[in-house]
């Protein structure tokens, strides 16, 4: 299939590329490049052997869409641009709800009056909320999210629900994600954040690699094993793969899909911090500070309903995760070189 990856200079979809093009499929990228690097396009078509079309477009641009849609015939989208900082959305709530739901609604109609209506939304965790059951199925109903970027995932979830509702000739998968770590086994490609990373793994690298001094643990009072929070870290490579199982349901004509995609296994704080020190053979300081604000105990998935349906069924352990992190990170120590 040719697929149209939006956001594909991104952390998860420069992965993605890789793992479509091993799977025999082809890719066109539309990016703006507010949150990436061309590089990770240039280090992915190293990976591939393939050049990999890109276009520096952004979703709202309807113009600029129509250009691409017109020289590419697409089978299927990948939609992976949007905003995703959630400390940025709070103080920024028009622009992540203007870039993220108004883009996708440019990107949904362009894609249809083109005549692809095949789409795979990169949806997320924090659509369950707190959520009421855990290990967290897609039966756990939707929550209240504690940001607009939150709110941005589970509205856009509605909006292409109710697309594929309407004109059932759409083929739509909705993918939760649950937390990304980890990177390509090369090293030369994985996560980049702008500034001082929100996310664990991220900071995690950035001390052991001597660029912060201590890793902030945000609170050891919660309802788990050790206090420290508890997630379902996935290998940023298993994620992409999910992707190309959710386009076979998309070939088998699936109507609405929606799926995990975790290991199904919780971590907490300290559990990361002591495998990275083990598998890597490096100290990540740390001391403990207050909760953060919008911060849930535990969230990890049952993702059965994936390897159910999809076939899919994520490989890699949590010291893979820590190994590959840190293999990008020591080889890139300041992310990818600014053109
Ligand atoms: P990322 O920021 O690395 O990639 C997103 C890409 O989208 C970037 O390259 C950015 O430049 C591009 N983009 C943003 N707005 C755009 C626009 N208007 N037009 C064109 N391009 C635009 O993020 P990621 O971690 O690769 O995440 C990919 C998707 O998965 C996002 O939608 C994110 O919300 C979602 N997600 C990520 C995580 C995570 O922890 N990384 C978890 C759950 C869901
Ligand atoms: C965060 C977002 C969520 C998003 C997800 C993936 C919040 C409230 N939620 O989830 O919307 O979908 O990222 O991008 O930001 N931690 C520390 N010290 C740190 C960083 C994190 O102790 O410096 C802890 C957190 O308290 C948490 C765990 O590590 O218990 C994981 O945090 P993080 O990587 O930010 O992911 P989430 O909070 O799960």
Known sequence: MNILVTGGAGYIGSHTIIELYKAGHTAVVVDNLSNSNPESLRRVARITGSEVPFFKVDIRDREGLDRVMGQFKFDACIHFAGLKAVGESVAKPLEYYENNIAGTLVLVQALRDHGCRNIIFSSSATVYGNPE????????????????????????????????????????????????????????????????????????????????????????????????????????????????????????????????????????????????????????????????????????????????????????????????????QKNNPDGYPEN
């Open 133 to 328: 059951i855990i290990p967290i199925t897609e039966q756990c109903p939707k929550g209240v999210c504690t940001n607009p970027y939150g709110w941005t995932k589970s509205m856009l979830e509605q909006v292409l629900t109710d697309m594929q509702k309407a004109d059932p000739e759409w083929n739509v998968v909705l993918l939760r994600y649950f937390n990304p770590i980890g990177a390509h086994e090369s090293g030369t490609i994985g996560e980049n954040p702008n500034g001082i990373p929100n996310n664990l793994m991220p900071y995690v690298t950035q001390v052991a690699v001597g660029k912060r001094a201590e890793l902030g643990v945000f609170g050891n009072d919660y309802d788990t094993p050790d206090g420290t929070g508890v997630r379902d870290y996935i290998h940023v490579v298993d994620l992409a793969r999910g992707h190309v199982k959710a386009l076979q349901a998309i070939e088998r004509k699936c109507g609405l899909g929606l799926y995990n995609l975790g290991t199904g296994h919780g971590y907490s704080v300290l559990d990361v911090v002591r495998a990275f020190e083990k598998v890597n053979g490096v100290k990540v300081p740390y001391s403990i500070k207050p909760r953060r604000p919008g911060d849930i105990a535990t969230c990890y998935s049952d993702p059965s309903k994936a390897e159910r349906e999809l076939d899919w069924k994520a490989e890699f352990g949590i010291e893979e995760m820590c190994r590959d992190s840190w293999n990008w």
